[in-house]
């Protein structure tokens, strides 16, 4: 891989401990032979894959590697708690293995004289559901990450590193990958050797129910939608459906003027039982939606951004990405400070190229927008306290975990505080070039340069700054670092755009879908507070009218003004507070404990909604509109 010096020059050894401490080796630099991983992923009752790594090696101390910062994931994630019995031999002898004592990620063998290889073999004990993580197979489909069933050697570049894979599949099921095919003999299915990188980077999903979407007919760059789902009924699409999916492909070579990919394949799940994913790859993605995300088109419109933020990431995170993403292998710590830009932006071209390919109506993206301003207008007060770039650290501080109070502690923020920064610097843009030149002509510049190249093309901060500086000079760098370690509004895009954030007391429809999604009253913008159909508290707004109150997570509200809890009866209460002068008054549950909250609120309900400003330009039709 190319341009990767930056990155490697302030690389710890490849591991954190002296046990294992080695000099990074040189960007692309070449590892002799070859890693075979092959995969036996039959064992759909026990979901288990079975794994057997053979890994070129040379007499003398190994150390086995399990990948453990994660691309995408941003964080080190790797699920090392669901390798299990693992063996390791060389020339059919048995070596003994000692795990690292300060990293539990890496695994010390002694090569003996005469050997070339070794060959570990462990089971991957993947997710039964509940508390264990996501569930990657049910009966009727599976998805492989490569990641998650590999060990490699220590001390190589993962771009230098030649590997080849294979999988035996249940019998007669279908499959879909980056990955190309050499061979398939029966339901054992070999691929072309490729580099450990992108291997890692190629995951797969295979299925009994599976149909194969042409998005770009003769393409010299294809591009196809891979469906898998619960039952074959769910797999028919309608000519508007691809239509819409083929103007995706269209709406970003607009956007970008180049492809970074030789071909593309989404991977879709349509599921009930598939744990639920939206993962980004250099030549494919990870995704997956409601079994009628065709069948229920109207019904299942919310979601369907998905794929749109998940391709545009092929740009966007995959061939150019920040400098300490780029890491020497999966087991370097990674560096997530320009995640505002990885998936910032990304979230805020998901969703505007969701609009223009027609995936979205306009009035569809103005709702979806409006939630997402009205979460940083009324429902972070976080960010009183901490910076949008300090958001960045999420991944290895939370892990996505639950957290007591999301608003205030905030998590991930900068996917849609970036959106907003990036609406921001659209119209910012629009401002100083008369309205000549936007974030169109930024994305062009900055990651559609060499059509076909998919090395990584890392980027820092000073180079986001010099790029907008060629689209319009400003002072970019004092601009960007205002919104990212400030505590200021960062909505103020939308009056720029001729725009203004107004609450309404009924919902849009993008809320309404929202609430039906989350099962749950959500009143965030009105007391503070979400509670689910059940009756259960969940976030509750710092500092808002409910928590003054004394209403907290986890209790679980019984009745609502003398009367059984139903979600829609604490909407109609809230609704009437404005007419009011009385509290409303909850019944709570909290642990063994039964006691009354009185919430002192008369505002009503309170939904977000756009607004035009009369006599500005319409900037958001403009920049959803198709190219």
């Known amino acids: 891989m190319k341009t990767r010096a930056l990155a490697l020059s302030v690389l710890l050894s490849l591991t954190t401990t002296p046990a294992l401490a080695q000099t990074p080796p040189p960007a692309g630099s070449a590892w002799p032979g070859t890693l075979r991983i092959n995969v036996d992923a039959r064992d759909l009752d026990r979901r288990i894959f079975k794994v057997t790594a053979t890994v070129p090696a040379k007499p003398g101390p190994l150390t086995l590697l399990y990948p453990q910062w994660l691309p995408g994931n941003h964080s080190p994630s790797g699920p090392i708690d669901k390798l299990a019995g693992l063996q390791v031999t060389a020339n059919g002898k048995p070596l003994k293995w000692e795990r690292d004592q300060f990293n539990v990620y890496a695994f010390k063998v002694d090569v003996p004289q005469g050997a070339t290889e070794v060959v570990a073999r462990f089971n991957y004990l993947s997710s039964q559901g509940g508390s264990q993580g996501r569930v990657v197979?049910?009966?009727?489909?599976?998805?492989?990450?490569?990641?998650?069933?590999?060990?490699?050697?220590?001390?190589?570049?993962?771009?230098?590193?030649?590997?080849?894979?294979?999988?035996?599949?249940?019998?007669?099921?279908?499959?879909?990958?980056?990955?190309?095919?050499?061979?398939?003999?029966?339901?054992?299915?070999?691929?072309?050797?490729?580099?450990?990188?992108?291997?890692?980077?190629?995951?797969?999903?295979?299925?009994?129910?599976?149909?194969?979407f042409d998005l770009d007919p003769g393409a010299?760059?294809?591009?196809?939608?891979n469906v898998f789902a619960d039952d074959a009924k769910s797999l028919k699409a309608s000519a508007e459906q691809l239509k819409a999916h083929r103007a995706l492909v269209q709406q970003m070579d607009k956007l970008y003027g180049a492809r970074h990919f030789d071909h593309y394949d989404f991977l879709l799940a349509l599921t009930d039982k598939l744990g639920g994913i939206g993962l980004e790859h250099h030549r494919s993605s990870e995704n997956s939606g409601d079994v009628g995300y065709f069948t229920e088109w109207d019904k299942n419109w919310w979601a369907r951004d998905l794929l749109p933020h998940e391709y545009n990431h092929s740009w966007n995170g995959k061939y150019r990405r920040g400098a300490d993403l780029a890491t020497a292998n999966?087991?370097?710590?990674?560096?997530?400070?320009?995640?505002?830009?990885?998936?910032?932006?990304?979230?805020?071209?998901?969703?505007?190229?969701?609009?223009?390919?027609?995936?979205?109506?306009?009035?569809q993206a103005r709702d979806m927008l409006a939630n997402v301003a009205a979460t940083f207008d009324r429902g972070r007060p976080g960010l009183a306290w901490r910076p949008l770039q300090d958001t960045t650290n999420d991944p290895t501080i939370a892990q996505r975990r639950g957290l007591a109070y999301r608003n205030y502690q905030m998590s991930e923020d900068y996917y849609s505080g970036g959106q907003m920064l990036w609406l921001e610097v659209e119209g910012k843009l629009r401002a100083l070039s008369g309205g000549k030149r936007g974030l169109d002509d930024f994305a062009k510049a900055f990651f559609g340069m060499d059509n076909g190249a998919w090395d990584v093309n890392p980027y820092t901060f000073?180079?986001?700054?010099?790029?907008?500086?060629?689209?319009?000079?400003?002072?970019?760098?004092?601009?960007?670092?205002e919104r990212l370690d400030g505590h200021g509004s960062l909505i103020g895009g939308l009056e720029m755009a001729g725009w203004k954030l107004a609450y309404r007391d009924t919902p849009n429809e993008a809320f309404k879908a929202q609430e039906t999604r989350a099962k749950a009253a959500l009143l965030t913008y009105s007391i503070g507070a979400t509670v689910t159909d059940a009756g259960v508290v969940g976030d509750v707004v710092w500092d808002s009218p409910a928590?003054?109150?004394?209403?907290?997570?986890?209790?679980?509200?019984?009745?609502?003004?003398?009367?059984?809890?139903?979600?829609?009866?604490?909407?109609?209460?809230?609704?009437?507070?404005?007419?009011?002068?009385?509290?409303?008054?909850?019944?709570?549950?909290?642990?063994?404990?039964?006691?009354?909250?009185?919430?002192?609120?008369?505002?009503?309900?309170?939904?977000?909604?756009?607004?035009?400003?009369?006599g500005t330009r319409d900037g958001l039709s403009a920049l959803w509109k198709a190219r």
């Not at 980056?178 to 490729?194: H, N, S």
């Not at 010299?220 to 939608?225: D, E, G, S």
């Not at 995640?339 to 071209?349: A, I, P, S």
């Open 137 to 212: 197979m049910t009966p009727e489909m599976l998805n492989l990450q490569w990641n998650a069933s590999s060990l490699y050697p220590s001390g190589v570049d993962a771009g230098g590193l030649q590997a080849q894979a294979s999988v035996t599949l249940p019998a007669g099921w279908s499959y879909a990958t980056a990955l190309e095919t050499e061979r398939r003999d029966g339901d054992t299915v070999v691929f072309k050797p490729i580099s450990y990188e992108h291997l890692v980077d190629s995951p797969l999903f295979a299925g009994e129910h599976f149909q194969r």
């Open 220 to 225: 010299k760059q294809p591009v196809h939608l």
């Open 330 to 363: 999966f087991n370097v710590p990674m560096g997530d400070s320009l995640l505002w830009v990885y998936e910032g932006q990304t979230q805020f071209w998901g969703q505007v190229l969701a609009a223009r390919s027609g995936l979205w109506s306009t009035d």
């Open 462 to 481: 000073d180079d986001v700054v010099a790029t907008l500086n060629t689209i319009a000079p400003a002072d970019w760098a004092g601009f960007l670092r």
């Open 547 to 614: 928590f003054n109150a004394g209403l907290a997570p986890g209790m679980t509200v019984i009745a609502v003004d003398g009367r059984e809890y139903k979600s829609e009866r604490l909407k109609e209460v809230v609704a009437g507070s404005r007419d009011s002068k009385a509290p409303i008054t909850l019944l709570v549950k909290h642990f063994d404990r039964v006691m009354p909250i009185s919430i002192d609120y008369h505002g009503g309900a309170q939904y977000p909604a756009l607004e035009r400003i009369a």
